[in-house]
């Protein structure tokens, strides 16, 4: 019955988006709400699941979403964005300009959150493609591959990391691992696949780029502004440096993790682009700069509001005990470790949404058959990990960031993300295999 549930919520969901023409955020809280009755939870938990899981996405994506958004802005106003584009379009050619976002978007994601890279890159993408005349979804996909096949092969990101730590994976081999499979996906699921996109006419969102045109030669410099855009990195950086080699007691140790929090980074990084972009050689006044923040605010006021109907869809899942039910429904299972903990989490990702969730409920499932089998360790993590991306979705953020930031409809984001994200899960298992058969 859970899962029957859940199916049905998710047909409700595209049936009152795609026919009623309903807001996605409203028909996310009908939806959490007919999957809350049919799991038999009581109203007033499903209204406490709701908030829970809005709340929490949003506490989340909201400081980062905001900061982001802003930061963007204030670059491509600036001119900041249309110099990195003209700068990558040159080095690359125009007719590579999907290479260059791969590369730029695989670099980052290694280092970053998958929505701190996404937020951070979305301008250039739009400029890039803008200034190339390509079409947006087939950067687009390169994009999408950089950044989320980093999230999930490599550590230190956090659900991998998670899962290595709970069945005792040696994580440097983990790594290994990941990257001997992260590094062919990249090419094959980005400029690769992206070819499939290259006839969809997609235009960039309004309010989310800036039309203007710059004179280059009162635009600041392409190393100034990839450093700009990048602060954030750097602080973050400097923190996780910080967190590994000093002591949690020293002044220094508070000051370096402050500064390096990806929230604190994001808005040290803005107050650097208002002066970089703005109030240096007095490029613009602090009242036309606040125009471009409140244009950024007012651009992604939906996006906030359907991610955070998401989180809530996915906790009222959550919540009605779902990951509970497909624990006990596989425990009896007996095939290939291997293929039973990617099985395992397809449907747990299915079922939740979350990456981290999946990856985190199906290593605990694990534990006891990873120690009866003795079975590769680090390779069962891998396996994980590459089902915890399949699917993508509608109870995932990534489904809507993508849906939103690309101006895509429902079947064109099952069509693009959900395709190519269920793709990567699928080589994932095959990529496990083969190197356990190598291996062993």
Avoid at 14 to 37: D, P, R, W, Y
Avoid at 97 to 125: M, N, Q
Avoid at 334 to 340: A, E, K
Wanted: with cysteine; proline share 4%.
């Amino acid at each position: 019955m859970p899962l029957v549930a859940l199916g049905l919520g998710i047909v409700l969901l595209f049936v009152l988006i795609i026919l009623f023409k309903l807001n996605a955020f409203l028909s996310l809280m009908i939806s959490a709400i007919f999957v809350g009755f049919l799991q038999g939870m009581k109203p007033l938990s499903i209204v406490a699941s709701i908030e829970s899981g809005l709340g929490g996405t949003l506490g989340h994506m909201a400081i980062i979403i905001g900061l982001g958004a802003i930061l963007g802005k204030i670059i491509a106003d600036g001119g900041g964005a249309d110099r990195i584009a003209n700068t990558l379009l040159d080095k690359f050619g125009r007719k590579r300009v999907d290479w260059a976002i791969l590369v730029a978007s695989f670099v980052l994601g290694i280092i970053l959150f998958y929505e701190v890279t996404y937020i951070l890159l979305i301008p250039i993408v739009y400029t890039v493609v803008i200034a190339s005349k390509a079409p947006l979804m087939q950067v687009g996909m390169s994009f999408l591959a950089g950044i989320s096949l980093t999230h999930v092969f490599l550590p230190p990101h956090p659900g991998i990391t998670a899962a290595a730590n709970v069945l005792n994976a040696n994580l440097g081999v983990v790594l290994g691992y990941g990257l001997i499979l992260a590094i062919p996906a990249a090419l094959l699921f980005g400029p690769l696949l992206g070819r499939l996109y290259k006839n969809w006419d997609i235009k960039v969102p309004e309010g989310l780029v800036t039309n203007q045109s710059f004179d280059m030669d009162e635009v600041p410099s392409f190393t100034t502004s990839v450093l700009t855009a990048l602060s954030p990195v750097v602080l973050i950086l400097i923190g996780v440096i910080a967190q590994f080699s000093l002591p949690e007691t020293s002044t220094m140790y508070t000051v370096l993790t402050f500064i390096g929090n990806a929230d604190i980074a994001l808005l040290l990084g803005l107050f650097l682009a208002l002066y970089v972009f703005g109030l240096h050689k007095k490029r613009k006044t602090m009242s036309q700069l606040m125009k471009s923040v409140e244009a950024a605010l007012i651009s992604i006021g939906g996006i906030v509001f359907i991610l955070g109907g998401g989180g809530a869809f996915k906790q009222v899942i959550l919540d009605s005990g779902m990951a509970d039910y497909i624990a006990a429904l596989t425990s009896t299972w007996d095939i290939s470790p291997f293929i039973l903990a990617w099985v395992i989490a397809l449907i747990i990702r299915l079922a939740v949404g979350s990456a981290t969730v999946t990856i985190l409920t199906t290593a605990g499932i694990m534990i006891p058959i990873v120690e009866a089998t003795g079975v590769n360790v680090e390779l069962t993590v891998i396996a994980i990990a590459a089902a915890s991306i399949a699917w993508a979705p509608p109870s995932d953020v990534s489904f809507w960031m993508t849906k939103e930031y690309f101006n895509l409809t429902i079947g064109q984001t099952i069509k693009s993300v959900c395709f190519m994200y269920t793709l990567v899960a699928i080589y994932g298992i095959l990529g496990v295999l083969a190197l356990n058969a190598f291996i062993g």
